[in-house]
């Protein structure tokens, strides 16, 4: 009978100690893709602002008042993929604009925040791939067993992640076969 007891002790406690290390799991999965969230969104806002900035400068140079009007758009109701989808489009726009008017390239208003955007823009891509690699590690944990008991039990759900640094490597890819 003492036997039965200890080992019943012993599997409870070893069951606790699975469902407690899977937890802290999942809750570390859940800050580190919470901070990667706010990261991202300091750099989407940060991108948004530069381009702000940009806009008037390259208005100003050209005698345009047309040129890119969807930056004057209220974008606080976006979350943070539908914004950098949003951005990502304007910025193509932009650097469409730079690239067809050289001149503006000569003004150091406009280089001094061309270079601020790209180091803004090597942060951003950083963030979202340490986004991306962490909801990846999440959504493993849903899938995977033990730690899909406690995602039953918690109600946890995937994670969506950054679907469009796949696309542009893609569409580099596919340029490059174009190319070849």
């Not at 493993?140 to 995602?151: A, G, T, Y």
Request: zero cysteines; charged letters at 35%.
């Amino acid at each position: 009978m003492f036997y039965i007891i200890v080992g019943s002790i012993t599997f409870i406690a070893f069951i606790l100690l699975i469902i407690v290390i899977y937890y802290n799991k999942f809750q570390f999965s859940i800050i580190k893709i919470e901070e990667a969230e706010n990261n991202s969104d300091i750099f989407l806002n940060k991108k948004h602002d530069l381009i702000k900035r940009l806009v008037p400068i390259i208005r100003k140079e050209l005698k345009n008042k047309k040129i890119i009007l969807e930056i004057d758009e209220d974008y606080s109701s976006l979350n943070h993929f539908e914004l950098n989808d949003k951005l990502s489009k304007i910025d193509n726009e932009l650097f469409k604009i730079l690239d067809d008017n050289e001149k503006l390239l000569k003004s150091n208003k406009i280089t001094k925040l061309i270079e601020e955007f790209n180091d803004n823009e090597d942060e951003l891509v950083a963030s979202i791939k340490f986004y991306n690699d962490t909801v990846v590690d999440f959504n493993k944990l849903i899938v995977s067993f033990p730690s899909n008991i406690i995602r039953f039990i918690f109600r946890y759900k995937k994670k969506q992640f950054y679907n469009h640094e796949k696309r542009q490597m893609y569409e580099i890819l596919k340029d490059d076969k174009k190319k070849e």
